[in-house]
């Protein structure tokens, strides 16, 4: 199989076709190898328009709700950004190419394990993976984020990560019931206020935790 024209396709139809401009974007999806990412049996199809199983009942997300949650966030080189729920490690992969630092946590002990080996052997060496519940945010509360990707569905925006964002950050996160969300871009305001803008609807698996379900 041709992953190079694959991956090339998706770009082209998946992605750019649908509204994706930010060139960083882009070209990390163009550099990043999903079909490494997902469970070999299944590699032929992924570079399809959809959500894959990575195994613990879990599933790496479709490649253009990925890019458009990376669009949200309007990312910068300088950028130092938390994901919460690091799955296969593929957005983790993504973030690392265009921003300086990615901090994710994974509460699945399997999961992480998997994909902080996988971007290991890759080269990465600005992720920092952790293993825990991410609605509390980052473990060290004295680091705070330019950016926040939630990448599972919550039923409100947890607030340990609301804490956790710089002034003027922006977090984009998919809140809704267990079964429907729609992507929420949120800002912190200088005054510390929140502003939330409301986007495509979506399907997440659900997040689980203090600050979850
Ligand atoms: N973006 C990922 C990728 O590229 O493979 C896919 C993420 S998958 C849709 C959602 C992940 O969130 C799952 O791996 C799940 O175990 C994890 N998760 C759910 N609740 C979590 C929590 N409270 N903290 C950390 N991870 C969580």
């Not at 300088?78 to 296969?88: C, F, I, K, M, Q």
């Not at 947890?158 to 977090?171: A, C, D, I, N, R």
């Not at 729609?182 to 997440?204: A, H, P, T, W």
Request: charged share 25%; glycine share 8%.
């Amino acid at each position: 199989m041709d992953f190079e024209k694959a991956r090339k396709n998706m770009v082209e139809y998946q992605l750019k076709l649908r509204g994706i401009y930010d060139k960083k974007i882009l070209n990390a999806f163009m550099k990043v190898k999903r079909h490494l990412f997902v469970p070999e049996s299944i590699q032929e199809y992924a570079y399809e328009d959809c959500a894959l199983p990575i195994g613990e009942g879990q599933t790496i997300s479709q490649p253009y709700i990925i890019a458009l949650m990376l669009q949200i966030l309007e990312l910068n080189e300088n950028d130092v950004v938390l994901e919460v729920g690091t799955g296969s490690g593929y957005q983790t992969a993504l973030l690392a190419n265009i921003v300086k630092f990615v901090y994710s946590i994974e509460r699945n002990e399997i999961l992480m394990q998997k994909a902080k080996e996988r971007l290991l052997n890759l080269g990465y060496n600005n992720i920092f993976i952790e293993i825990g519940d991410g609605t509390k945010g980052w473990p060290e509360k004295n680091i705070s984020f330019d950016k926040i990707i939630v990448s599972a569905a919550a039923p409100k925006v947890p607030e340990p990560l609301f804490e956790q964002l710089k002034s003027t950050g922006v977090m984009v996160i998919p809140i809704g019931s267990k079964t429907y969300q729609r992507l929420c871009k949120i800002v912190k305001l200088n005054d510390g206020s929140m502003q939330s803008e409301d986007y495509d609807g979506c399907v997440f698996v659900p997040l689980i935790g203090e600050y979850g379900w």
